[in-house]
């Protein structure tokens, strides 16, 4: 790692597509330039368009294709985001830097034709950078999400969760609160789901997890002392509300994990608070969802190192 930005971790890699494998980013991008002097005033739009006119676009280009991304297609577009007040809109950023593009297509019209070269401008202070994507869409967007349902996830969020827990292939897992099953599909293992919703579980199969039971997150219909991982991101009755036991005893989930789990087991969860009910948590990292602060957690049982 050689650096952090507002929303982005700046790194060197070597020029394979291993660095689309990377599950926990929301995207990949190439440093294309970097510069100062953007201000809040549309005068300062002139040394964005600058800017993108010196970008080696062509060579990018080619580099993009060693990283696994794919070749040059009809369209180009830039996204643009800036912190702090300005007296221009983010798609005048983007046509400033888009003008001197070929085959630019402003956002402002509509999406550009797939299958082109998307370019993000990002304007942090007076200090922008102007990358470019190397997948041919966000690595966000997982193949496998065909449905969601309200709290899902964010799949790079889900596989952080699951590198914490130190799922290793062969792992017993389960979600007792699985939605659309973001978690069990960024995870290896032998993985079974579980929710009192019926339109969560549908969606969790139409998304490909491949077990899928539907019970109560209280009452796990599995054998005491069997699990080796919990993964969960229990309903914070927000986004999603609790259901049959937990909407009047919400500790009865950690009871109930705390049964399954095997003696060296761990769970891994995302919660508002870090504290995890009758058991010894290990690590606490503070994230923001939409907003709003929250933990990933990894906890064992007591006594357990």
Same mark, same amino acid.
């Given at each position: $790692?050689? /650096? !952090? /930005?507002?929303?982005?971790?700046?790194?060197?890699?070597?020029?394979t597509p291993a660095?689309?494998?990377?599950?926990?980013?929301?995207?990949?991008? @190439?440093?294309?330039?970097?510069?100062?002097?953007?201000?809040?005033?549309?005068?300062?739009?002139?040394?964005?368009?600058?800017?993108?006119?010196?970008?080696?676009?062509?060579?990018?280009?080619?580099?993009?294709? %060693?990283?696994?991304?794919?070749?040059?297609?009809?369209?180009?577009?830039?996204?643009?985001?800036?912190?702090?007040? *300005?007296?221009?809109?983010?798609?005048?950023?983007?046509?400033?830097?888009?003008?001197?593009?070929?085959?630019?297509?402003? %956002? %402002?019209?509509?999406?550009?034709?797939?299958?082109?070269?998307?370019?993000?401008?990002? =304007?942090?202070?007076?200090?922008?950078?102007?990358?470019?994507?190397?997948?041919?869409r966000p690595l966000?967007?997982?193949?496998? /999400?065909?449905?969601?349902?309200?709290?899902?996830?964010?799949?790079?969020?889900?596989?952080?969760?699951?590198?914490?827990?130190?799922?290793?292939?062969? $792992?017993?897992?389960?979600?007792?609160?699985?939605?659309?099953?973001?978690?069990?599909?960024?995870?290896?293992? %032998?993985?079974?789901? =579980?929710?009192?919703?019926?339109?969560?579980?549908?969606?969790?199969?139409?998304?490909?997890?491949?077990?899928?039971?539907?019970? +109560?997150?209280?009452?796990?219909? =599995?054998?005491?002392?069997?699990?080796?991982?919990?993964?969960?991101?229990?309903?914070? +009755?927000?986004?999603?509300?609790?259901?049959?036991? @937990?909407?009047?005893?919400?500790?009865?989930?950690?009871?109930?994990? *705390?049964?399954?789990?095997?003696?060296?087991?761990?769970?891994?969860?995302? !919660?508002?608070?870090?504290?995890?009910?009758?058991? *010894?948590?290990?690590?606490?990292?503070? !994230? *923001? !969802?939409?907003?709003?602060?929250?933990?990933?957690?990894?906890? /064992?049982?007591?006594?357990?190192?």
């Amino acid at each position: $790692m050689e /650096r !952090i /930005r507002h929303r982005e971790v700046w790194f060197t890699a070597p020029p394979t597509p291993a660095v689309l494998d990377l599950r926990t980013a929301d995207d990949v991008f @190439l440093v294309g330039a970097g510069f100062s002097g953007v201000g809040h005033t549309r005068a300062d739009l002139s040394r964005v368009s600058r800017a993108a006119a010196r970008l080696p676009v062509d060579h990018l280009l080619a580099l993009r294709e %060693r990283y696994g991304g794919p070749s040059v297609g009809p369209g180009v577009e830039v996204v643009a985001s800036f912190v702090g007040r *300005r007296n221009y809109s983010r798609y005048d950023l983007e046509d400033a830097a888009g003008a001197a593009l070929p085959g630019y297509v402003s %956002r %402002r019209h509509g999406p550009p034709p797939p299958g082109g070269s998307s370019w993000r401008l990002s =304007v942090v202070g007076d200090a922008a950078v102007l990358a470019l994507r190397v997948a041919g869409r966000p690595l966000h967007r997982r193949p496998y /999400r065909e449905r969601s349902v309200p709290g899902s996830l964010h799949p790079p969020l889900a596989a952080a969760l699951v590198r914490l827990a130190g799922v290793t292939p062969g $792992m017993s897992v389960v979600d007792p609160c699985c939605g659309a099953g973001t978690l069990l599909l960024e995870s290896p293992g %032998r993985r079974l789901g =579980v929710d009192a919703c019926p339109v969560a579980l549908g969606s969790a199969r139409a998304n490909g997890v491949p077990a899928v039971t539907l019970a +109560d997150a209280g009452r796990l219909p =599995v054998a005491s002392g069997s699990v080796d991982r919990v993964l969960v991101n229990p309903p914070w +009755d927000r986004q999603a509300c609790s259901r049959a036991s @937990l909407a009047t005893d919400p500790a009865r989930l950690w009871r109930s994990v *705390r049964r399954v789990l095997r003696p060296d087991g761990a769970v891994a969860a995302v !919660i508002p608070e870090p504290d995890l009910p009758g058991l *010894r948590v290990t690590t606490t990292l503070p !994230i *923001r !969802i939409a907003g709003r602060p929250a933990h990933l957690v990894l906890g /064992r049982l007591p006594g357990r190192r």
